[in-house]
Structure formats: structure tokens, C-alpha cells
């Protein structure tokens, strides 16, 4: 069925480095792709996302990368500060859907060390 | 009005309890979203309403019943709730996944604690 894994499951880097999350889907029709960060004891917020018709996407610190055939796509925060320290979850879903149902990998911890 | 409101924010109950959860959208969004989540997994959908219709039920127990009186509005019922019913309760909605407009946004959720 649909599935999305997503690594590594924790990541911990220094301020200032850069960090790589890494996400590959199952189902060959999705063409959407969030990523959501979520802070301790708030809701998950929608940081940037990605459609199919693209292979990259950047928004200041924060890139999506793209890659169809292999399905994977990956998130890289560069210049990481200590209030990137949170939990990200990756998602795919099926633009053609008249739920908009993601499936969601499985979530990584960031911790930025100062 | 930019934002998915929900309340309560903590809601303490009983397992004879009934309760019920509110959600809350201005943004003209048709498709509306109860999740739950536990600490550290990702939000596990529970129902999907579209246009104001239900889309999807995840298997969801039946102590768990939905609502969508109308096009801003998701209730969620609850009944006869077990401990490990404990968690988290999102509720998102999106603007109109059939034109492809999917982006999912989360309100702040309700703490639900069973005892």
C-alpha cells in the first residue's frame, strides 16, 4: 500500500551546519510533497512543500529537492540555528484526490546544538 | 481570518463521559481533517470530509463520531473512550483538493486525556 519512509529518525548537528532529511514514497502517483515542522506541544506547520512538476524549491535557509524516478525527495536546512530543534514529518499525497489524504513518513528529530 | 481554531484546548474525561471536540475554519476551505497524534509519531488521519460530505473514515471506532454541520465547521463526538484513546486531536483543513489545491493546515489540537 501507500507508504513513506523517512530518515534518519534523529539527527543532531552543531549551529551553523547544515542538515539533510531524507524521504522516499511508494505510490507513483503522488505529486505533492509537504514538509511539516512540529515543535513540542504545537501543531505541525507547514514549512515548505513541493509538486512534481519540479525538481527544487528553496525559501531563504530551507530547499526541497525532488527526485521522481527514484522517489525520493529531501529536505536541507542550511546554517542551522537552535530554533530549527524540532520534530519534521515529510508527506506525499495524490494531487488528483478529492480528500488531499497524505501519508506521512515516520517523523525525525532535529536537535541544533549552540 | 487566516488560521484553524480548536477547542477545547486540554479536555480531561471519564470513560462514561460523552464530549465533543470543535473545529473551526474561515477560509472558505472544503475539505476538513481530524487526526490524532501521539508523542513523537506523525498525525494518524482519522476522517476526511469534502464538501461537507465524509470522504474517508479510517477505520475509526465508533465511541468516535464525526460532524460537519457546515462548510467551517468539524465536530468531533466522543463516547465511552478508552485510556489509550489518550493523545493529541488535530483538526486541518485544505482549500479544495479536487482543483489540487491541497496544502494541509493544522489548528492547535486538544489535549484529551482519558481517565
Known amino acids: 500500500g501507500e507508504n513513506v519512509e523517512q530518515h534518519p529518525s534523529t539527527l543532531s548537528v552543531q549551529e551553523g551546519d547544515s542538515a539533510v532529511i531524507k524521504c522516499t514514497y511508494s505510490?507513483?502517483?503522488?505529486?505533492?510533497f509537504p514538509w511539516y515542522k512540529q515543535e513540542l506541544g504545537k501543531r505541525p506547520q507547514l514549512i515548505i512543500d513541493?509538486?512534481?512538476?519540479?525538481g527544487e524549491k528553496k525559501d531563504q535557509r530551507i530547499a526541497v529537492t525532488l527526485n521522481k524516478t527514484a522517489k525520493h525527495f529531501s529536505l536541507h536546512i542550511t546554517e542551522t540555528q537552535p530554533e530549527d530543534s524540532a520534530v519534521y514529518f515529510c508527506a506525499a499525497s495524490r494531487g488528483s484526490s478529492n480528500t488531499g489524504k497524505l501519508i506521512f513518513g515516520q517523523g525525525t528529530t532535529l536537535q541544533v546544538k549552540p | 481570518d487566516t488560521e484553524v481554531t480548536q477547542t477545547p484546548k486540554h479536555l480531561v474525561m471519564g470513560m462514561t463521559n460523552k464530549k465533543s471536540l470543535k473545529c473551526e475554519q474561515h477560509m472558505g476551505h472544503r475539505a476538513m481533517y481530524w487526526y490524532k497524534q501521539k508523542a513523537k509519531k506523525p498525525p494518524e488521519l482519522m476522517f476526511v470530509?469534502?464538501?461537507?460530505?465524509?470522504?474517508i473514515n479510517e477505520s475509526v471506532p465508533s465511541r468516535f463520531s464525526p460532524e460537519c454541520p457546515n462548510s467551517s465547521l468539524l465536530n468531533l463526538h466522543l463516547h465511552a473512550l478508552q485510556p489509550e484513546d489518550s493523545a493529541l486531536y488535530l483538526c486541518?483543513?485544505?482549500?479544495?483538493?479536487?482543483?489540487?489545491?491541497?496544502?494541509?493546515?493544522f489548528g492547535p489540537g486538544t489535549r484529551l486525556t482519558v481517565l
Open positions: 470530509y469534502s464538501y461537507e460530505k465524509l470522504s
Open positions: 486541518a483543513s485544505s482549500q479544495d483538493p479536487l482543483a489540487g489545491n491541497n496544502e494541509q493546515f
Open positions: 513541493i509538486r512534481s512538476n519540479v
Open positions: 505510490d507513483s502517483a503522488s505529486n505533492y
